[in-house]
């Protein structure tokens, strides 16, 4: 079954960059949406960026223009680059997958085997 990993959160000034990684073990990436949400502190989870499998993007009004989703099916990892950070991006950042042949939705309940989460502190 397909497990995920995030890595790469911690603590940054306002305006500078993380780089997230979302690492696949007991399959690959090649036949599943990659998401990466958030939930910050008393907030419902919210979509931040979906690659699909034939990678096509799509990113959260609030992230446009400052973060970048990748994915690499081949080495089953996925990553969120973040740049120009705002301490309202601060959150507990998650990867997910949802299978391709079910279409594109960018709610948190239609993906699963979700990660332990990495937090992202952005500071002002």
């Known amino acids: 079954q397909l497990q995920l990993v995030e890595s790469g959160g911690g603590l940054v000034q306002s305006g500078g960059s993380l780089r997230l990684s979302c690492s696949a073990t007991g399959g690959t990436l090649e036949k599943y949406f990659l998401g990466w949400f958030r939930q910050a502190q008393g907030q419902e989870r919210s979509m931040v960026a979906v690659i699909t499998s034939s990678g096509s993007t799509n990113y959260a009004d609030s992230v446009k223009g400052r973060f970048t989703i990748e994915r690499d099916s081949a080495t089953k990892t996925g990553h969120l680059q973040m740049n120009s950070l705002k301490p309202e991006d601060t959150a507990v950042y998650y990867c997910?997958?949802?299978?391709?042949?079910?279409?594109?939705?960018?709610?948190?309940?239609?993906?699963?085997?979700w990660g332990q989460g990495t937090q992202v502190t952005v500071s002002s």
């Open positions: 997910a997958v949802r299978r391709s042949y079910l279409g594109y939705s960018g709610r948190s309940s239609d993906y699963g085997s």
